[in-house]
């Protein structure tokens, strides 16, 4: 029983890393809590190494995973290192000064490198979209995601959505030329 709180709260710790991480690798607040949730569901996707923290499932609103959205709520080990407001999500001092602590901890570690580079990567491309573009792409990329979404229709079936999300898409240097044909032609 002490061994299975032990590894969940070393679980526990590693997604408040993971998420601190995701909020310090850019100096700016992170959108919402959807892209907080999408953005670390790309993450698992690209990394499979991390998936086994968040356990998403499908949900009314795409991926969705309740580990992440209850550290969001009540982060366990690190509770104010991080704020939700109009803006966005942020660190806090505390935060920054966290941040800093883990960049140092895992400084001779090649995957959190990897891991550091692949958060800033998903930072830059999708901070730029808006809640329905994430959503959107995110179904397209991944179409399981949308198996018991409540927004999938209004976004995927009526057409000049579709078009409209592509033409930002593509306006934002977030999909190619072929992809965003392809987008089109659903």
Same mark, same amino acid.
């Given at each position: 029983?002490?061994?299975?709180?032990?590894?969940?709260? %070393?679980?526990? %710790? &590693?997604?408040?890393?993971?998420?601190?991480?995701?909020?310090?690798?850019?100096?700016?607040?992170?959108?919402?809590?959807?892209?907080?949730?999408?953005?670390?569901?790309?993450?698992?996707?690209?990394?499979? %190494?991390?998936?086994?923290?968040?356990?998403?499932?499908?949900?009314?609103?795409?991926?969705?995973?309740?580990?992440?959205?209850?550290?969001?709520?009540?982060?366990?080990?690190?509770?104010?290192?991080?704020?939700?407001?109009?803006?966005?999500?942020?660190?806090?001092?505390?935060?920054?000064?966290?941040?800093?602590?883990?960049?140092? &901890?895992?400084?001779?570690?090649?995957?959190?490198?990897? $891991?550091?580079?692949?958060?800033?990567?998903?930072?830059?491309?999708?901070?730029?979209?808006?809640?329905?573009?994430?959503?959107? $792409? $995110?179904?397209?990329?991944?179409?399981?995601?949308?198996?018991?979404?409540?927004?999938?229709?209004? $976004?995927?079936?009526?057409?000049?959505?579709?078009?409209?999300?592509?033409?930002?898409?593509?306006?934002?240097?977030?999909?190619?030329?072929?992809?965003?044909?392809?987008?089109?032609?659903?």
């Amino acid at each position: 029983m002490k061994e299975d709180l032990d590894l969940y709260e %070393e679980d526990q %710790e &590693k997604v408040e890393e993971i998420l601190i991480s995701l909020l310090g690798v850019v100096d700016r607040p992170l959108p919402s809590l959807t892209h907080a949730e999408k953005e670390i569901f790309i993450l698992c996707k690209s990394n499979p %190494e991390i998936q086994k923290y968040f356990e998403f499932e499908e949900h009314y609103y795409g991926a969705y995973s309740q580990v992440l959205e209850e550290t969001l709520d009540e982060p366990l080990f690190y509770e104010d290192a991080f704020q939700i407001e109009k803006d966005g999500i942020h660190l806090t001092r505390q935060g920054k000064k966290l941040y800093t602590e883990i960049l140092d &901890k895992y400084k001779d570690n090649e995957e959190f490198k990897v $891991l550091l580079i692949a958060l800033k990567l998903i930072r830059e491309v999708y901070d730029k979209l808006s809640t329905e573009e994430l959503i959107f $792409l $995110l179904y397209f990329t991944y179409p399981e995601c949308g198996k018991y979404s409540n927004v999938y229709e209004s $976004l995927i079936e009526d057409k000049q959505k579709r078009k409209n999300l592509t033409n930002n898409l593509y306006r934002k240097g977030i999909i190619t030329e072929r992809r965003y044909e392809e987008l089109l032609a659903i």
